[in-house]
T-cell receptor, first 110, second 116 residues
């Protein structure tokens, strides 16, 4: 069965420090993974997806099939990065339903 | 923001009363979803729709029903609300056949429901 694990509920880093939000997954097929972000009082929005291999707002995430991981990284954290981050995996066998991890709340300390 | 609205945005109700939440989209996307967001659980899928009158259950469907009589509207009903259904409810839409939004889901602003 598909599963997404985010081991850290809370993560605090100082401004300018590197940040890594961990995500591990379990999926029998070829996974399609996403990172969604929810800023305070805003709706959930897509940050990036692995198939695009893009960098959004300085964030990158590489799919590591050997370690079944999709960690989100940024070399220099900014205060505006403080938000709730969700890793999600899509179930490609049905209606493209998303399975979310439990989320990590990132706080960037000035 | 994609053209997705939810109503009401906030609701307080009592145990045992019926509640209906509405999701409205102007994007003509085929798929619509209802999630609930709870601390420690992230977002969990309640029900989804893959077309008008075509719906299916998600991970946490007990106590919920849905209807989709037209493309733009997806209703979530709690037949008899319980305190365990206190949550934030998010609607989402997607159009996997679209060129620019491959498998991306767009989310509504959420509805905060409190069941006393």
């Amino acid at each position: 069965a598909q599963r997404v694990t985010q081991p850290e509920k809370l993560l605090s880093v100082f401004k300018g420090a590197p940040v890594e939000l961990k995500c591990n997954y379990s999926y029998s097929g070829s996974p399609e993974l996403f990172w969604y972000v929810q800023y305070s009082r805003q709706r959930l929005q897509l940050l990036l997806r692995h198939i695009s291999r893009e960098s959004i707002k300085g964030f990158t995430a590489d799919l590591n099939k050997g370690e079944t991981s999709f960690h989100l990284k940024k070399p220099f954290a900014q205060e505006e990065d403080s938000a709730m981050y969700y890793c999600a995996l899509i179930d490609q066998t049905g209606a493209n339903n998303l399975f979310f991890g439990t989320g990590t709340r990132l706080t960037v300390i000035p | 923001d994609a053209g997705i609205t939810q109503s009401p945005r906030h609701k307080v109700t009592e145990t045992g009363t019926p509640v209906t939440l509405r999701c409205h989209q102007t994007e003509n996307h085929r798929y619509m979803y209802w999630y609930r967001q709870d601390p420690g659980h992230g977002l969990r899928l309640i029900h989804y729709s893959y077309g008008v009158k075509d719906t299916d259950k998600g991970e946490v469907s007990d106590g919920y029903s849905v209807s989709r009589s037209k493309t733009e509207d997806f209703l979530l009903t709690l037949e008899s609300a319980t305190s365990s259904q206190t949550s934030v409810y998010f609607c989402a839409i997607s159009d996997p056949s679209g060129v620019s939004s491959y498998n991306e889901q767009f989310f509504g602003p959420g509805t905060r429901l409190t069941v006393l």
